[in-house]
């Protein structure tokens, strides 16, 4: 279910929508040459896009399990769980030069903010690395993607232009890419590497993208 209803259908291609593959399968995005551009930006939604389960499925307080990297409520028994390779992509946008220091933001919905900042405080991302020691800015509370987005642009003083975005619901992705923010929809299985290149080209091959290539090479 994402952070709210479910969006409509609608074609990988004319949605963003990352194509289903198996993760060990996909390629990484440090194995490729990197674009001439690169987002300044990564937004990403949390349910259903870095970890499942929702957070209105779950009870509160959590514990955490550092060798399996999941976490675990306290009342209800619910185990939390990284979808996708959602560590290793935060992990390459903070470490890899070729992303120059891009800012990673969450853009969220969820029924229970302070649970996923909870949560977020105790994920990690690489060893002794917590998901909340990535995070340029966080937008977690009702509203459409299109406020968050606008107000993580604002704090961060990033043009919307130079962000991506990614959600699991179709609507959302479309609100995004109506503020010309390239997003990709994510389904099932969370953040892969594989949509990590997708977003990666897409917004290299983006009118804003184009420009700026163009640019670079002239200076």
């Not at 949390?46 to 514990?63: A, I, K, R, V």
């Not at 390239?182 to 099932?188: A, K, W």
């Amino acid at each position: 279910m994402g952070d709210d209803a479910p969006g409509g259908g609608g074609s990988a291609a004319s949605t963003g929508q990352a194509a289903d593959s198996d993760t060990e399968g996909a390629a990484a995005p440090e194995g490729r040459a990197p674009p001439a551009r690169v987002p300044r930006c990564f937004v990403f939604d949390l349910d259903n896009c870095c970890w499942t389960p929702e957070m209105y499925q779950m009870s509160s307080g959590f514990s955490y399990d550092g060798a399996r990297n999941v976490c675990r409520s306290r009342r209800g028994g619910e185990t939390v769980r990284l979808l996708g390779d959602v560590a290793h992509v935060w992990n390459t946008i903070r470490t890899d030069p070729a992303f120059g220091g891009a800012a990673i933001a969450v853009a969220s919905c969820c029924d229970e903010p302070a649970w996923a900042r909870e949560l977020l405080a105790l994920f990690e991302v690489s060893e002794g690395i917590k998901m909340q020691d990535c995070i340029a800015h966080t937008e977690i509370r009702f509203g459409n993607k299109q406020t968050h987005l606008r107000r993580i642009s604002e704090v961060l003083k990033i043009p919307l232009e130079d962000m991506v975005f990614f959600d699991d619901q179709h609507g959302h992705c479309r609100n995004a890419r109506a503020l010309g923010v390239v997003s990709v929809q994510v389904p099932h299985g969370g953040v892969t590497r594989a949509a990590f290149k997708q977003i990666l080209d897409e917004f290299a091959q983006s009118e804003p993208g184009r420009a700026r290539a163009a640019r670079a090479e002239t200076t």
